[in-house]
């Protein structure tokens, strides 16, 4: 209400923040405050703001009450707004926090997940002992591109290395899929490229 009442007083006497500041002899940024709710001028800064403008104390701070408040009644009526203040920012205090703390949890676990997953030089996750391998090329407009998969065996992916266009091309060749199922996905990426697509299967051999 009092942030409210001097903001639609300052505009009706067609004075910005700035103007309105330099005549109360305090900063931009305080009056910036006082329309927003933030804080609450003092009873002397009370009783100037009202003198400036032309109404009441009372008329200030919202009161019906017609006569002008004494100086005990405006404190009391501060003191209220600011334990209000004070009540609002303690619970953006306290929201503050919260988001913060589950942000704090999000980032652990994010790190936790992270971990869990990354394999050197490997860009999947282990799920069992790998048997075979198959190396898959792919060639289009005269280049060559290759694919490596490490399968267990059920032909599971545990792990896998790729060139960088199979990313951009065919997102899922770092899923842990079946092997398969990932060939024949980059068969029909190429297929639409014009492309064509050899399939090589041998035993695993670990790469030195």
Known sequence: MLGENIKNLRKQKGISQEV?????????????????????PDADMLTRIADYFGVSVSALLGDKIEKEADTNEIASQLAVLNEHLAARARKASAIRKGILIALAIFGVLFLVIALLNVQTGSKTVAYGSPEMTAIVTCTLDGKEYQCRFDCDGNRRTVSSDYDEWFEEQVPEVGDNEVVDVLIHKIEERVEELGGTVQVEWDSYQPEL
């Open 20 to 40: 309105l500041a330099q005549q109360l002899s305090v900063v931009r940024q305080t009056v910036s405050k006082w329309e927003k709710g933030l804080s609450v």
